[in-house]
Antibody
Framework: QVQLVQSGAEVRKPGASVKISCKAS????????LHWVRQAPGQGLEWMGR????????NYAQNFQGRVTMTRDTSISTAYMELRRLRSDDTAVYYC???????????WGQGTTVTVSS | QSALTQPASVSGSPGQSITISCTGT?????????VSWYQQHPGKAPKLMIF???KRPSGVSNRFSGSKSGNTASLTISGLQAEDEADYYC??????????FGGGTKLTVL
């Protein structure tokens, strides 16, 4: 079954970091990119960045430059997204998504809720 | 990168057709044929409905179609059904090698 399984919900204090994992079921990322998208409560989708699972190359949205790092471990078919210096407005559901090179995301993780609160 | 512009809401009756617009610039929508559309039901992950402006993934109903003219892309849903009620988002590749989403459109089936 083609699926992406994300790590569980996280609670952090402002200024802390969070690292979310996204495990692919087998070799389903070959030929694709892995995008990260977030959605704040009651808000729309926001693109954060992408990683090439093969090369490890990344592209980040300007809004997250310097605060986000996307990595992968090909040996366990898992990608990671770390967001640092968390603020309350980083409270959101974070999704990973398998994505064509042209941008269509056809397989999504179940989402990981990150709550940032003092 | 500013979000693409979508109407906040659209509505239609069962059986009717509706169109949702997505307006960007020549640096995103107008410059590339890399526009995607997503359907999202409450509490669920988005679902890909259209990619590369007008291509449908396997399993998506042919009631959904996409097009583009200049800096504006459009999603048309024909034969509206109750289960089509959801939020819809467009997305486009940009000249900065990034992607940008629209603000989302809430579709109500009357």
């Amino acid at each position: 079954q083609v699926q992406l399984v994300q790590s569980g919900a996280e609670v952090r204090k402002p200024g802390a970091s969070v690292k979310i994992s996204c495990k692919a079921s087998g070799d389903i990322l070959t030929g694709y990119y892995l995008h990260w998208v977030r959605q704040a409560p009651g808000q729309g989708l926001e693109w954060m960045g992408r990683i090439n699972p093969n090369s490890g190359g990344t592209n980040y949205a300007q809004n997250f430059q310097g605060r986000v790092t996307m990595t992968r471990d090909t040996s366990i078919s898992t990608a990671y997204m770390e967001l640092r210096r968390l603020r309350s407005d980083d409270t959101a559901v974070y999704y990973c998504a398998r994505t064509y090179s042209s941008g269509g995301s056809d397989v999504w993780g179940q989402g990981t809720t990150v709550t940032v609160s003092s | 990168q500013s979000a693409l512009t979508q109407p906040a809401s659209v509505s239609g009756s069962p059986g009717q057709s509706i169109t949702i617009s997505c307006t960007g610039t020549s640096s995103d929508v107008g410059g590339y044929n890399y526009v995607s559309w997503y359907q999202q039901h409450p509490g669920k992950a988005p679902k890909l409905m259209i990619f590369d402006v007008s291509k449908r993934p396997s399993g998506v109903s042919n009631r959904f179609s996409g097009s583009k003219s200049g800096n504006t892309a459009s999603l048309t849903i024909s034969g509206l059904q109750a289960e089509d009620e959801a939020d819809y988002y467009c997305s486009s590749y940009t000249s900065s090698i990034t992607w940008v989403f629209g603000g989302g459109t809430k579709l109500t089936v009357l």
